[in-house]
């Protein structure tokens, strides 16, 4: 079963906004992480955080984890058209990290 | 998506057909996966293989099987078609090794199958 729910399922911002969407999952993990996925392509990793961090940059991009509450945060910050994509958290199945197990995604739609 | 390559890329099928996808890397990299992309759902696993010779299953593998006969081929056989295997197949590859406790997929452009 997915580990991971995405919150919300769509957002539409204007651009320049910043654009947050959430990760909630159920059982204890190490780490968390975060993907990207553009129209009719694969997916491209984004960013890692690992269960003894709080948060963490790459970018215009943070990411948060609240182990406690079992979730995780990603903020895109003065977004772009080209941040147009959905965004899906992953993290490992329980027991097993070698498997990663994905949430449905949040669709984010940047206008101009 | 440099380094992994799926084929084919779209393709149309009965029911009741056989269809396999292959997935080609060039990393070398020891874990290769098959995942299903389908609306409401997500990405769910299907298969994945740790070495040649040696594959698991995911959480859907029910009328799927795959083999690994070469590092760089990860093979997705479907035996016999049906429409409820419509969707769109994205093979993943990763160097996971153990040690650092985080596993990150690189993923091919997908394989979009429709069975009718």
């Known amino acids: 079963s997915q580990q991971g729910e995405e919150d919300p399922q769509a957002l539409s911002i204007q651009e320049g906004e910043n654009a947050t969407m959430n990760c909630s999952y159920k059982?204890?993990?190490?780490?968390l992480q975060w993907y990207r996925q553009n129209s009719g392509r694969g997916l491209v990793h984004l960013i890692l955080i690992r269960s003894n961090e709080r948060e963490k940059h790459s970018g215009r991009l943070r990411v948060t984890l609240d182990t406690s509450k079992k979730s995780s945060s990603l903020l895109i910050t003065a977004s772009r058209a080209a941040d147009t994509a959905s965004y899906f958290c992953?993290?490992?199945?329980?027991?097993?990290?070698?498997?990663?197990?994905f949430g449905t995604g949040t669709r984010l739609q940047v206008t101009l | 998506d440099a380094g992994i390559t799926q084929s084919p890329r779209h393709k149309v099928t009965e029911t009741g057909t056989p269809v396999t996808l292959r997935c080609h890397q060039t990393e070398n990299h020891r874990y290769m996966y098959w995942y299903r992309q389908d609306p409401g759902h997500g990405l769910r696993l299907i298969h994945y293989s740790y070495g040649v010779k040696d594959t698991d299953k995911g959480e859907v593998s029910d009328g799927y099987s795959v083999s690994r006969s070469k590092t760089e081929d990860f093979l997705l056989t479907l035996e016999s078609a049906t429409s409820s295997q419509t969707s769109v197949y994205f093979c993943?590859?990763?160097?996971?090794?153990?040690?650092?406790?985080?596993?990150?997929?690189?993923f091919g452009a997908g394989s979009r199958l429709t069975v009718l």
């Open positions: 993943a590859i990763s160097d996971y090794s153990g040690r650092s406790g985080a596993n990150v997929l690189t």
């Open positions: 059982t204890s993990i190490n780490n």
């Open positions: 992953a993290t490992p199945l329980t027991g097993t990290a070698s498997k990663l197990t």
